[in-house]
């Protein structure tokens, strides 16, 4: 099965304006967040091709860049009704399975997404996530479901909260879900980007990490 991961980015976030292009630094390089995600959903071996899905008009051409730097594939769609720019995307890529990320989380873990993603790669499930039901906090959370029930929720879903968060569709029509918990002790992390406390403590974090490199 062919699998694509699918992350979702836009220029006009209303909880921190330009949070995609903000800069932070891995080890002498200055990335953005952007980028940072894509190149760390590369790193998920069990998938076939990345691609950075972004609304169609002159606002988000900044993200061409961004999906050049980090070699991955670009597509465009609808802004508002992000299900359909998924739909349409994973039809364009002829996916059988897609992981769904969200571009604000530069500390996403690429072991965990390829338990999700081997869920429903392996045959067993349709759905599963490490997101809701008490387990991965934002910002380590992603959803892997197989194109069949993409198609089958952006056919009948018609809340705006699933045409714009994606993943209520797929969740509510699985017929097997699986659903990867993280301890208790997890729970309370939360190193998701949609405040600017959150990019000071996330560029702290990038930070340390230059130090120790070095």
């Known amino acids: 099965m062919r699998s694509v991961i699918i992350v979702q980015q836009r220029a006009r976030n209303t909880r921190l304006h330009d949070k995609g292009t903000r800069a932070l630094f891995r080890g002498q390089e200055v990335t953005s967040v952007t980028v940072e995600v894509l190149r760390l959903c590369k790193k998920i071996r ?31 769609g609808p802004e508002k009704d992000v299900l359909r720019r998924y739909r349409l995307a994973a039809d364009h890529f002829e996916a059988d399975v897609v992981l769904r990320v969200t571009a604000d989380c530069p500390l996403l873990n ?52 699933a045409r714009e968060h994606v993943g209520p569709g797929p969740r509510s029509n699985a017929r097997n879900p699986a659903f990867i918990m993280i301890p208790e002790e997890g729970k309370e992390l939360r190193p998701s980007l949609d405040t600017w406390e959150d990019y000071l403590a996330i560029r702290a974090i990038f930070r340390q990490m230059r130090k120790e490199a070095a």
């Open 46 to 76: 069990n998938a076939d091709l990345v691609v950075l899905a972004v609304p169609e008009g002159v606002d988000d051409d900044i993200w061409a860049d961004e999906a050049r730097v980090a070699g991955v594939e670009f597509f465009r």
């Open 110 to 161: 690429p072991e965990e997404c390829e338990r999700v993603l081997d869920k429903v790669l392996s045959g067993g499930h349709d759905f599963a996530a490490n997101s809701g039901d008490g387990s991965f906090s934002l910002g380590w959370s992603c959803e892997a479901f197989t194109v069949e029930l993409l198609r089958e929720a952006d056919n009948w879903s018609v809340s705006q909260s």
